[in-house]
Nanobody, 125 residues
Framework: QVQLVESGGGLVQAGGSLRLSCVGS????????MAWFRQAPGRERDFVAS????????TYADSVKGRFTISRDNAKNTVYLQMNGLKPEDTAIYHC??????????????????WGQGTQVTVSS
């Protein structure tokens, strides 16, 4: 079992930056594919980015490609999401997720077994 706790959300103006962190419990963090999803009011939970167990491979949603960067530090059991050039449409609750069975190319929420509570990101125009 993996428990995930996100932090780093907040209120930022359009064009600004935020860095989200997600710390995982347990000694098996490095065998999990890690991902970030987001959910805006009235919308489904959407894939944002994922990173492989080895840290070498990443996948991004088209809407964030070139603006967001996912990374992980297995020694610290932590995955990060650096968000630059934020837009009002990025406003959502951001959740990190973990899965032993998912590949880093998997974008479906059903592929991920463990979820954090989420951190709110609000981008004002």
């Amino acid at each position: 079992q993996v428990q995930l706790v996100e932090s780093g959300g907040g209120l930022v103006q359009a064009g600004g930056s935020l860095r989200l962190s997600c710390v995982g419990s347990g000694r098996t963090f490095n065998v999990h594919t890690m991902a970030w999803f987001r959910q805006a009011p009235g919308r489904e939970r959407d894939f944002v980015a994922s990173v492989s167990r080895s840290t070498f491979y990443t996948t991004y949603a088209d809407s964030v490609k070139g603006r967001f960067t996912i990374s992980r530090d297995n020694a610290k059991n932590t995955v990060y999401l650096q968000m630059n050039g934020l837009k009002p449409e990025d406003t959502a609750i951001y959740h990190c997720a973990a899965s032993q069975r998912a590949d880093y190319t998997d974008r479906g929420a059903r592929e991920y077994d463990y979820w954090g509570q989420g951190t709110q990101v609000t981008v004002s125009s």
